[in-house]
């Protein structure tokens, strides 16, 4: 298994004539498609094979992304949503059987919480028929998860998503939940060690002031005693 190519299908939810969500200058169908180059881009660095159901701003039939990702056959799929409706957070959607779809979406869950968006949590959706609600889940083969990262129409948890930067950040994270369930480990970037560095750097500059605070309190009260 250690040689195995993984395959993953991303879908980029909308497109072309159907913006999505539109709301604080945002249209879902662009924070789509970048989170999902995004994700795309880190999961080929780790040697994934992906598929991903669109490239530009285009019209993104389900159906026809249903079957492409069937054609496919990946390990794992998932589609980049972006949410509305006065909400906030991010959630995902999986199978109602759970399975390997419920900890693709747990682990997405996970990384996506790591930079800085609160979970609404892994969740289940059937239709009247007691099937999967989503015909994303419900068509296609592989284990399958809808992710919505962020609400365009809150004003507050658009700022997880309202830029280039954070749109690429998010799309990594995703990227980071599907590796994890494939059983490969993410190898960060020079860019990411540096800001790993400078994070425990701080970390021992505030421990060493808090030391010497603390020497400084001894030799206080010891002075005191004497």
């Known amino acids: 298994m250690a040689n195995k190519v993984f395959k993953v299908f991303i879908g980029i939810g909308h497109g072309g004539s159907d913006p999505g969500a539109v709301a604080n200058g945002l249209k879902e169908k662009d924070l789509n498609l970048a989170i999902g180059q995004a994700c795309s881009t880190e999961l080929v660095r780790h040697g994934v094979n992906v598929l991903v159901s669109r490239t530009k701003d285009e019209n993104d039939d389900l ?9 496919f056959k990946p390990d794992l799929a998932i589609d ?4 509305a409706g006065g909400g906030d ?3 995902a959607y999986y199978h109602y059987g759970g399975g390997i779809g419920k900890t693709l979406a747990e682990n997405v869950l996970a990384e996506i919480v790591k930079i800085g968006q609160n979970s609404r ?3 289940i959706r059937k239709n009247a028929l007691g099937k999967d609600y989503y015909g994303f889940i419900r068509g296609t083969s592989a ?3 809808i992710v919505e990262c962020a609400f365009v129409d809150n004003a507050t948890d658009i700022k997880i998503i309202d830029t280039a930067a954070e749109q690429k950040k998010m799309g990594i994270a995703i990227a980071k939940g599907i590796l994890k369930t ?3 480990t993410y190898i960060a970037e020079v860019d990411d ?3 790993i560095k400078a994070k425990y750097e701080a970390e021992i500059k505030s421990l060493t002031e808090k030391n ?3 020497q400084s309190k001894i030799e206080q009260i010891k002075a005191i005693v004497a």
């Open 63 to 71: 159906a026809e992304e249903i079957k492409e990702c069937n054609a």
């Open 80 to 83: 980049i949503h972006n949410n």
């Open 89 to 91: 957070g991010a959630e």
């Open 121 to 123: 949590g892994a969740k």
């Open 143 to 145: 284990p399958a998860v």
């Open 182 to 184: 494939l059983g490969i």
């Open 193 to 195: 060690l540096a800001d």
């Open 212 to 214: 010497k605070a603390l």
